[in-house]
């Protein structure tokens, strides 16, 4: 009789411990189970050769664990099939696939594909652009409490894509995606502040930013925001982003 692998066998107490342990020691364990055939663990697997952590990254690598844990019916591994096919990780670019794989797993409930499929149709890459698709998406995803899809909300509404142009539904929606983590509601949010004048919290939320943002993110808020000619918009707060961690525009 075949003896299970050891993540498996473990208590959960004792598992969070292993997962927690040195990335070397944490890849061992995590091959051991996924070639065994355990979905969850072919997930993982395919995340540490994606990053590189606890193994040498490997692309190619990692979207075979992918796909083996979607053949499994794991409906993250779909979507990060999904990803590898939208950015080119361990296989040539190809968004209308990347776009069929973020529709299984939308269909099958997840939040993250029904955002990054709605974030396709959007810009119309792999499908036909298609906002008023996207739009449903985006709410099917906050209802399930997404807050990458509650900023989309704002946005829409901002910009007035396939709704009325609503500055107060804007507004509601960046804040509800800031309150829920979203470093980009959080800017978006700030931004508003500033329209109305209120600065003292737009200086606070711009703090809360700079705790997740990206460097990314942060650069380009940063640039953005000394490009606006608003004497709102002065050094004091622009300095916010420098004392961060990170940064971001929607």
């Known amino acids: 009789m075949t003896s299970q692998p050891r993540l498996i066998a473990?208590?959960?107490?004792?598992r969070e411990t292993a997962l927690a342990g040195p990335p070397e020691d944490v890849a061992i364990l995590l091959l051991e189970a996924a070639e065994a055939g355990h979905d969850e663990a072919q997930l993982l697997a395919g995340q540490i050769h994606l990053d590189g952590r606890g193994v040498s990254r490997n692309p190619t690598e990692a979207l075979r664990w992918f796909g083996l844990a979607a053949q499994s019916g794991n409906v993250m591994a779909m979507n990060m099939v999904g990803r590898c096919c939208e950015h080119g990780w361990g296989t040539a670019v190809d968004k209308g696939l990347a776009a069929q794989w973020y529709g299984s797993a939308a269909e099958r409930g997840l939040d993250w594909a029904m955002y990054n499929l709605a974030t396709l149709y959007t810009l119309g890459e792999g499908v036909s652009e298609d906002r008023t698709e996207a739009f449903r998406l985006f709410q099917?995803?906050?209802?399930?409490?997404?807050?990458?899809?509650?900023n989309m909300i704002g946005s829409y509404y901002e910009d007035g894509w396939t709704v009325d142009r609503d500055l107060d539904e804007a507004a509601r929606h960046y804040q509800q995606a800031g309150e829920q983590g979203d470093f980009r509601g959080q800017f978006n949010h700030a931004r508003m502040l500033v329209d109305a004048g209120d600065?003292?919290?737009?200086?606070e939320w711009l703090k809360r930013m700079t705790q997740t943002a990206t460097p990314a993110f942060r650069e380009?808020?940063?640039?953005?925001?000394?490009?606006?000619?608003?004497?709102?918009?002065?050094?004091?707060l622009i300095r916010v982003l420098d004392g961060g961690h990170e940064s971001a525009t929607r």
């Open 199 to 203: 600065i003292d919290c737009a200086r």
């Open 140 to 150: 099917q995803a906050a209802a399930l409490g997404h807050a990458k899809s509650v």
């Open 10 to 14: 473990m208590t959960q107490a004792n």
């Open 220 to 236: 380009k808020a940063r640039l953005w925001m000394t490009q606006q000619s608003a004497p709102a918009w002065n050094a004091d």
